[in-house]
């Protein structure tokens, strides 16, 4: 990884922070993606005391805002017209029905949308290195319970219909369908894979959740994997060799490829989702 440019989206903290600080063991140069710059910075600080890696830029992206994704890729595209990997990191729980700044239900379109926007508007400089790009989803055991309903991408049934682990679940779906046609329509210039990194103990089931919700992922997460071991399957598609030509396949925690749901292996769906997040960002997709 010496000398690779790898840009991680929500790398602040949790499993992005120690799979920043694992590839900048690895001589990676850093491009670290974060909503709250200050906490961006701190990490990169962090990373830098931890590892001797002093090779990280901190830049603003608030995935729940399609502008602010558009305009760090105009700004990535602009200082570095070859990225090496993109890691789509950030991701986010809520049990209640909240929107974007798009008016998109939260959870679909910070988990999948704004990472749809991003990595396509990257696409030139993703497509630039020699070995070609390596695009990392990180996915979800959950999208076996997912389900995409067209009909309620933007909260349409109201907040009384809206059931948190269901939209959850639909935007990790996402998540695996996204990879599946990324990787079926690139199929020369990049790879594209998506993982389950485990159940984690991070901060992830405090920041959108009620106080109940909250409280029980307290108790548990003491329980939970490491965010260090969390981060083991997003290293390994980052840096091993052995993954170089591998494309459109989703990962288990312990680095094993596994069958995905139903769902997940439907190409018709994953065309047509493809076609409904690209009309969603349509305007974005632009100068």
Same mark, same amino acid.
């Given at each position: 990884?010496?000398g690779?440019i790898?840009?991680i989206?929500?790398?602040n903290d949790?499993? +992005?922070?120690?799979?920043?600080? @694992?590839l900048?063991?690895? +001589?990676a !140069?850093?491009?670290?993606?974060?909503r709250?710059?200050?906490?961006g910075?701190n990490?990169?600080t962090?990373?830098?005391q @931890?590892t001797g *890696?002093s090779?990280?830029?901190?830049?603003p992206?608030?995935?729940?805002n399609?502008?602010s994704?558009?305009?760090?890729?105009?700004f990535?595209?602009?200082?570095? /017209?070859?990225?090496?990997?993109?890691i *789509?990191?950030a991701?986010?729980?809520?049990?209640?029905? !909240?929107?974007t700044d798009?008016?998109?239900?939260?959870?679909?379109?910070?988990?999948h949308l704004?990472?749809?926007?991003?990595?396509?508007?990257?696409?030139?400089a993703?497509?630039? /290195?020699?070995?070609?790009?390596?695009v990392?989803?990180?996915?979800s055991?959950?999208?076996?319970?997912?389900k995409?309903d067209f009909?309620?991408?933007s909260g349409?049934? +109201?907040?009384k219909a809206y059931d948190?682990?269901?939209?959850?679940?639909?935007s990790?779906?996402? *998540?695996?369908l996204?990879?599946k046609?990324?990787?079926r329509?690139?199929p020369e210039d990049l790879?594209a894979?998506?993982?389950?990194?485990g159940v984690?103990g991070t901060?992830?089931?405090?920041k959108?959740?009620? &106080?109940?919700?909250?409280?029980i992922? *307290?108790?548990y997460r /003491? &329980?939970?994997r490491k965010p260090?071991?969390g981060?083991?399957?997003?290293v390994?598609?980052?840096?091993?060799p052995? %993954?170089r030509? %591998?494309?459109? @396949?989703? &990962?288990?925690?312990? !680095?094993?490829?596994?069958?995905p749901?139903?769902a997940?292996?439907?190409?018709g769906?994953? @065309?047509?989702?493809w076609e409904?997040s690209?009309?969603? %960002?349509? /305007?974005?997709?632009v100068?």
């Amino acid at each position: 990884m010496q000398g690779k440019i790898v840009l991680i989206t929500g790398a602040n903290d949790g499993i +992005g922070l120690h799979t920043a600080q @694992r590839l900048a063991e690895k +001589g990676a !140069q850093l491009i670290l993606a974060c909503r709250d710059e200050r906490k961006g910075h701190n990490a990169a600080t962090l990373i830098s005391q @931890r590892t001797g *890696n002093s090779k990280s830029l901190v830049i603003p992206l608030d995935l729940a805002n399609l502008q602010s994704v558009q305009a760090a890729a105009e700004f990535l595209l602009t200082e570095h /017209p070859a990225i090496d990997v993109l890691i *789509n990191n950030a991701g986010i729980f809520s049990n209640t029905l !909240q929107l974007t700044d798009d008016h998109f239900e939260l959870q679909f379109g910070v988990n999948h949308l704004g990472h749809f926007l991003l990595t396509n508007l990257l696409l030139p400089a993703l497509r630039c /290195p020699q070995e070609g790009g390596r695009v990392i989803n990180v996915s979800s055991a959950a999208h076996y319970h997912g389900k995409i309903d067209f009909e309620n991408l933007s909260g349409e049934k +109201g907040s009384k219909a809206y059931d948190g682990m269901q939209a959850y679940a639909q935007s990790k779906l996402a *998540n695996v369908l996204f990879t599946k046609e990324l990787a079926r329509r690139y199929p020369e210039d990049l790879t594209a894979n998506c993982l389950h990194p485990g159940v984690v103990g991070t901060h992830f089931g405090n920041k959108h959740t009620n &106080f109940l919700t909250s409280a029980i992922w *307290n108790l548990y997460r /003491p &329980f939970a994997r490491k965010p260090y071991r969390g981060a083991d399957t997003t290293v390994y598609l980052a840096a091993s060799p052995e %993954v170089r030509d %591998v494309s459109g @396949r989703y &990962f288990d925690q312990c !680095q094993c490829v596994k069958r995905p749901s139903e769902a997940g292996r439907d190409e018709g769906l994953a @065309r047509r989702l493809w076609e409904v997040s690209e009309r969603m %960002v349509a /305007p974005f997709l632009v100068g």
